[in-house]
């Protein structure tokens, strides 16, 4: 794994991560790796749903608000990871979290 990845981009919505060779034994790619990188060195964690199957993160650096999910929940370990960016009405409904700034 990369020691390092780039912080969010101000004009980034959506990371979907991929592995390869599922078959044989999950390959992370880059894009699965960043978000395992975002979610545990550089947001900070406000909530979780479904049984932590969807997490609620905030950036520190600019307030936006994002969620990790594990679309290939029958995938073991859920499968590769989504991190997309949420409005606070979604947040503060699907968390329950009160009084989130967000964008």
Known sequence: MTSS????A??????????NDAAT???????????????SRRLT???????GWRQLYQDPRDGRLWELSFPHGSLHGGGPRRLELIESAVASAT????????Q
């Open 45 to 51: 964690l406000l909530g979780v749903a479904e049984g």
């Open 10 to 19: 101000p004009d980034e919505r959506l990371l979907v991560g991929s592995w």
């Open 5 to 8: 990845f780039h912080d969010l």
């Open 25 to 39: 034994g999950a390959v992370h790619d880059e894009v699965d790796e960043r978000i395992f990188w975002l979610v």
């Open 95 to 102: 968390y329950g979290v009160r009084g989130i700034v967000g």
